[in-house]
């Protein structure tokens, strides 16, 4: 894989009309732009946990697209309306997708985010060591 911006299937779109990519490879390292977890309808689930657990597939999907995984991450960064009293069911959540050694992690908390109703936006940065199991 080349260097160059990473564009799953299904996110040309949001390429193209906000003018970012999913992800940036640079070598071997992987820049992850912020996911907000959506359902299949594209709104953010009134439930924080599914919204959590859609976020963290959503970035599993963009690694998968990198040739990476869950395991090559290096770096976590999460943003969070209302920090505190979403942070136990994040990291419920984060801890079924996120195992040893874990990745550095920074927990911001912020009064918004881009998509209506979301709590949390979830980037990482990944360094490709492990090979990517096959989609």
């Known amino acids: 894989m080349t260097d160059g911006p990473i564009i799953p299937d299904g996110a040309e779109s949001t390429y193209r009309r906000f003018g970012f990519a999913p992800a940036y490879r640079v070598g071997d390292t992987v820049y992850v732009s912020g996911v907000i977890g959506r359902g299949a309808d594209g709104t953010v689930p009134a439930d924080a946990t599914e919204e959590f657990t859609a976020a963290?597939?959503?970035?599993?999907?963009?690694?998968r697209a990198a040739g990476a995984t869950m395991a090559d991450?290096?770096?976590?960064t999460t943003f969070h309306v209302d920090l505190n009293a979403t942070i136990g069911a994040f990291m419920a959540v984060k801890g079924r997708y996120v195992?040893?050694?874990y990745p550095a992690w920074t927990a911001i908390g912020c009064s918004a985010l881009a998509a209506p109703?979301?709590?949390?936006e979830v980037k990482a940065v990944a360094v490709l060591r492990t090979a990517a199991p096959a989609e």
């Open 56 to 63: 963290f597939e959503q970035l599993a999907h963009v690694l």
């Open 73 to 76: 991450m290096v770096d976590l």
């Open 99 to 101: 195992a040893e050694p």
């Open 117 to 120: 109703g979301a709590r949390a």
